[in-house]
């Protein structure tokens, strides 16, 4: 008897922009395996019959995007302490024994893409500055913090969303006000951009970076244009300016190889299917 074609998919609402189908067919196609990745638009009030039905359909698991990702905590038999920390999943595996499993990879995806961006990295280089304060924002503190980052500065137009991260986070987070954003920046090792400032479509990023450090690592979470102004503004300060789409691929990689049984290579190939969109 042939074994069962292992299924992934995505689900939330919407989920056609998503550039999640189009990278996890190159790598099935790449590696020859049986298998398939399907976008799903799931409605909330449908989530948890869905959830239920997709073990038995097949699913091996399903990555998670917007709205259900803080949801989708209640529902899961068993969450990681990051997904736990971050207070959302974007990762569900279906484990045999019937459980499901709640992950988030983002924190992941985000300092293997700076440590392929900026192979010389340190997160004991000195603070961290972060722009912004919200889901991304709490994936890449939760990371910059696992990885030894002593202080990490948050600057967010919501002052209050900001002192919600402290109160989780503990006294390694330094709150300054958004109009003090452009001097948080001064003596950082490490600065990203974690609002959609300068994403297309979206308000142009207007924080000045006179205070920049030549030689700090620079990353922009928004990928939409891959070269934003935050990036090219610091590269020419003579910054390691690292892109967002970097962190779209890695955060992706983990799910794939527990669904699939193999871990796909982030490079050029993969850069190159996700770009020729």
Known sequence: MSEKIPLAGLIGSPVDHSKSPLLHRHWLERYGIRGYYIPMDVAQADLKEVLAALPRMGFVGVNVTIPHKETILGLADLVSDRAALIGAANTLIFRADGKVHADNTD??????NLRQ???GWDPAAGPAAILGAGGAARAVIAALSEQGVREIRVSNRTRSRAEALRAEFG???????????AGMIEGAATVVNTTSLGMVGKSEFRVPLDALSPGAVVSDLVYTPLETTFLAEARARGCIAVDGLG???????PGFERWFGRRPEVDAAARAVLLAE
Do not use: R, S, T, Y
């Not at 006294?171 to 006000?177: A, E, L």
């Not at 962190?247 to 990689?253: I, T």
């Open 117 to 119: 961006g900026a192979p």
């Open 107 to 112: 924190g992941i995806g985000f300092i293997e």
């Open 171 to 181: 006294p390694k987070i330094v709150i300054h006000d958004w109009v003090q954003a």
């Open 247 to 253: 962190m779209l691929l890695h955060q992706a990689a």
